[in-house]
Structures are given as C-alpha cells and as structure tokens.
Nanobody, 130 residues
Framework: QVQLMESGGGSVQPGGSLRLSCVGS????????MAWFRQAPGKGREAMAT????????YYADSVKGRFTISLDNTRLTHTLQMNNLKPEDAATYYC???????????????????????WGQGTQVIISS
C-alpha cells in the first residue's frame, strides 16, 4: 500500500493562495488516480480535484473550478494542489488520496467518492482568516 503525506496547509487571508503537496512512497504497478478531498467540520469528505496517472485528465468540483489546479509528477508519485483566490468557504482539512480508476465502456475515469480511494494522507488544515 502506498503511504501518502501532505504538506503546505496554513492560514491565509481571503483572496490569497496556498500550494498543497502530497508525496507518496511505495510501489505502483498500474494506472492510478490521485485526488484532493476536503472536509469541513460537520460535513462529509468531498472531492475537490482528481487526476489520472496516464493521461492526466483532471476533474474539479464546481466550487473550485478556475481557482484550483491539480498536477501530478508520476516519476516521484507526487501531486500538488495550487489554490488561488481562496474564499472563507475553502477552510477545511485537505486530504490527498490514491485510488484506482473506474472503467466504463473501455474509458477510464477517476472516482470522486471517498470509497474509490484506498490510500490517504493524514490531512493538512487550511484556515482562511482576515
């Protein structure tokens, strides 16, 4: 199983930027998906962005489109989440995750449900405060 560790969380003012990083260790032998989820107090864990290892096709939640960018370095099993124009509602604990792609009619796609991921980081907190 792959071990994941996030870094880069912190406190920022509304409109500011943060860059989260997730470093993985362990062997990977097939196509995979990497994702960033977030969980605010009292709410469920929600996928913000996913990326597929082979074609780097990305998914973004509507709430972060145009503001967040996910990227993946396959050689180092490292992916990042660049977060710009942060809003108070972006405050949460962010988790990176690794999982396997879904296959439908020969097309691969990355899951957006937490159940689709089997390796998780410990979480990093993002605070938005003026």
């Amino acid at each position: 199983q792959v071990q994941l560790m996030e870094s880069g969380g912190g406190s920022v003012q509304p409109g500011g930027s943060l860059r989260l990083s997730c470093v993985g260790s362990g062997a990977v032998y097939s196509q995979y998906c990497m994702a960033w989820f977030r969980q605010a107090p009292g709410k469920g864990r929600e996928a913000m962005a996913t990326i597929h290892s082979a074609d780097h096709i990305r998914y973004y939640a509507d709430s972060v489109k145009g503001r967040f960018t996910i990227s993946l370095d396959n050689t180092r099993l490292t992916h990042t989440l660049q977060m710009n124009n942060l809003k108070p509602e972006d405050a949460a604990t962010y988790y990176c995750a690794k999982g396997s792609p879904d296959i439908s009619d020969g097309v691969f796609s990355c899951p957006t449900a937490p159940s689709g991921y089997d390796s998780w980081g410990q979480g990093t907190q993002v605070i938005i405060s003026s």
